[in-house]
């Protein structure tokens, strides 16, 4: 399959569709949309990130990264319906994240999303100390990994 991105704003109709799917299939498996972890409104398009993926012109996967501290970002509203878009995502997130001066990747999902924790376990992705409105929520787990290595 041969997947194709771009690099959009997060009021892109394609990604505000994907969005709606990821919202809905979070709903089921957690009981909640994880919409409130996500403000348009705090975007910003130096520091951040958002990404569609395209296969055959149908939009199949979406991501955004966000500023979190330093140089880590958060991975945030990943979603795909497609095999193997969701890898290619993951990659594509972490190069833009590069190009834009950060060295580390953070996120958190909700333990009982074990097909999410299992994804980003099988790309490097470590459990590390939560962070922020995580602190102290045992429903979630925090993962990280190091996007740049010291030389």
């Known amino acids: 399959m041969k997947f194709e991105h771009k ?10 569709s994907l969005v709606a799917e990821l919202n809905s299939s979070l709903s089921q498996i957690t009981q909640d949309s994880g ?23 149908s939009a199949v996967a979406c991501g955004v990264f966000r500023y979190h501290q330093g140089d880590i970002c958060e991975l945030k509203r990943m979603y795909s319906n497609t095999s193997g878009a969701g890898t ?13 001066g950060y060295k580390n990747a953070v996120l958190s999902t909700r333990r009982v999303n074990l097909k999410a924790v299992n994804f980003y376990l099988r790309n490097a992705y470590a459990e590390s100390d939560a962070y922020g409105k995580y602190v102290g929520v045992r429903r979630s787990i925090c993962l990280s990994k190091a996007l740049v290595t010291s030389q």
């Open 7 to 16: 690099k959009v704003e997060p009021n892109n109709i394609d990604f505000q």
């Open 35 to 57: 919409e409130s972890s996500f403000s348009l409104d705090a975007f910003d398009s130096l520091k951040d990130g958002c990404i569609v993926v395209y296969l055959n012109k």
């Open 88 to 100: 290619y995502l993951l990659e594509q997130l972490e190069s833009y994240a590069i190009e834009k």
